[in-house]
């Protein structure tokens, strides 16, 4: 899977949520989360391509490329074709975990989170480089800073497919108490 996938479902996930902005750099920090349950929880990565480490924290280049002409505002749109077969209900979990354990949160306050010391981008930053930021390294951070697994019991469904391979309806934004937001 390329990270332009992951990014893409977050892209469409928040195009269905209400009053919700995902920015680039709010989009790099998503796929750096992700990336890191991924390697933390299963052993293995959720895209092939490297995290680097930037000024305001990971970044996975090539995506942050696709969209750097949204500048600071909503990414409204996927990039190229979108398809949610493409991901199994795991990866669907795990990708619904991380939006919803950080998609709250402010490009500011996930500059703060990716920047604390000892994480991963402080291990290997160094101002005017973009240095990848090894698998390995997320990997053994993700594991010891306590999480154990994606915060999967908060995610509600509220229907499912027939063949119950994948969630039919997704979790109910927290904020929106009259609607519930039908993702699929």
Same mark, same amino acid.
């Given at each position: 899977?390329?990270?332009?996938?992951?990014?893409?479902?977050?892209?469409?996930?928040?195009?269905?949520?209400?009053?919700?902005?995902?920015?680039?750099?709010?989009?790099?920090?998503?796929?750096?989360?992700?990336?890191?349950?991924?390697?933390?929880?299963?052993?293995?990565?959720?895209?092939?391509?490297?995290?680097?480490?930037?000024?305001?924290?990971?970044?996975?280049?090539?995506?942050?490329?696709?969209?750097?002409?949204?500048?600071?505002?909503?990414?409204?749109?996927?990039?190229?074709?979108?398809?949610?077969?493409?991901?199994?209900? #795991?990866?669907?979990? %795990? $990708? !619904?975990?991380?939006?919803?354990?950080?998609?709250?949160?402010? *490009?500011?306050? =996930?500059?703060?989170?990716?920047?604390?010391?000892?994480?991963?981008?402080?291990?290997?930053?160094?101002?005017?480089?973009?240095?990848?930021?090894?698998?390995?390294?997320?990997?053994?951070?993700?594991?010891?800073?306590?999480?154990?697994?994606?915060?999967?019991?908060?995610?509600?469904?509220?229907?499912?497919?027939?063949? #119950?391979?994948?969630? %039919? $309806? !997704?979790?109910?934004?927290?904020?929106?108490?009259?609607?519930? *937001?039908?993702? =699929?």
């Amino acid at each position: 899977m390329k990270a332009i996938d992951i990014a893409n479902f977050f892209i469409d996930y928040n195009a269905h949520s209400i009053d919700d902005t995902i920015t680039n750099l709010k989009l790099n920090k998503l796929l750096y989360f992700a990336q890191g349950y991924s390697l933390a929880l299963y052993d293995k990565p959720l895209f092939s391509e490297n995290i680097e480490a930037w000024q305001y924290g990971p970044v996975v280049a090539n995506v942050y490329h696709k969209f750097k002409s949204n500048n600071k505002e909503n990414i409204a749109h996927t990039y190229g074709s979108f398809s949610l077969d493409i991901f199994d209900s #795991n990866t669907i979990e %795990l $990708l !619904l975990a991380v939006i919803n354990n950080y998609g709250k949160y402010s *490009s500011s306050k =996930l500059i703060e989170i990716t920047h604390e010391k000892g994480s991963p981008w402080d291990m290997v930053y160094s101002e005017n480089v973009n240095n990848i930021i090894p698998n390995n390294t997320i990997k053994e951070y993700f594991k010891n800073i306590s999480i154990t697994q994606p915060n999967l019991k908060k995610i509600y469904y509220i229907g499912k497919r027939e063949d #119950n391979s994948k969630p %039919l $309806l !997704l979790p109910a934004d927290w904020d929106d108490k009259e609607k519930y *937001s039908i993702y =699929l």
